[in-house]
């Protein structure tokens, strides 16, 4: 990883500053998926205290992008094989419920902001996978927050947190980044009431199964 500089600045913005150049850092390739963030290393090549560098690491584990293991230190996510199927198991349940609840509380207003999501996510182009990533996040986000769930909602953004941070770090190619975005539209058709209601387990996991594959998810009878 090349050295990192920092131009002198107000205390109270010197934490972001650094966030900042973290990531970036990872989504570059400087850092790779499992690499440990050592405070005092950062600290030197960055040319400030342990304390703003603790703070900005602690902000890139809020946002899932880096994970804390007990006793040895801050690491860059990495998720494995398994690792992604057992969460994606679980999202494709409690998001199917996302999308019943969604539908019931849907009004012509809710339904004109996911339209407009969806048709940003058709219109981007060969945008960045970081950009992807956020548009496709945010769509999402809006459904757990429509399904008027709080509880859902935030076990939905705990869930996830680690999975959409590693698809960032994993930069998937840019046909699979556009395939992504395009893949929203039967999310909403259901939501629109276009589709049985029967169908957001079927639909939520043939959404799921487009970026990472089948997750095993067991059907009750």
């Known amino acids: 990883m090349k050295p990192m500089t920092l131009s002198p600045m107000k205390a109270a913005t010197l934490r972001e500053h650094i966030a900042e150049v973290l990531i970036e850092a990872i989504l ?3 850092f790779k998926p499992g690499d440990r963030l050592n405070e005092s290393e950062l600290g030197r090549k960055m040319q400030v205290s342990r304390a703003p560098i603790r703070e900005a690491l602690h902000q890139l584990q809020e946002q899932g ?8 230190g801050m690491f860059v996510v990495s998720l494995s094989p398994d690792d992604i199927s057992k969460i994606n198991s679980l999202r494709v349940v409690l998001e199917s419920e996302a999308l019943l609840l969604c539908r019931t509380n849907l009004t012509a207003q809710h339904e004109k902001r996911l339209l407009d999501q969806i048709e940003k996510m058709e219109r981007a ?9 956020r548009l496709d996040l945010g769509f999402h986000r809006t459904i757990w927050k429509l399904s008027g769930n709080d509880f859902l909602e935030k076990m939905l953004t705990n869930l996830t947190s680690s999975l959409f941070a590693y698809s960032i770090v994993k930069k998937p190619p840019s046909e699979q980044t556009r395939m992504i975005l395009d893949s929203h539209r039967p999310l909403l058709e259901f939501l629109q009431g276009k589709v ?26």
């Open 65 to 72: 992008l880096v994970v804390s293991q007990p006793r040895r």
């Open 28 to 30: 570059s390739g400087g």
């Open 196 to 221: 049985p209601v029967g169908n957001a387990r079927q639909i939520m996991l043939d959404h799921v199964s487009l970026r990472w594959g089948a997750p095993e998810v067991v059907e009750v009878q």
């Open 125 to 133: 182009g060969s945008t960045s996978g970081l950009e992807a990533i």
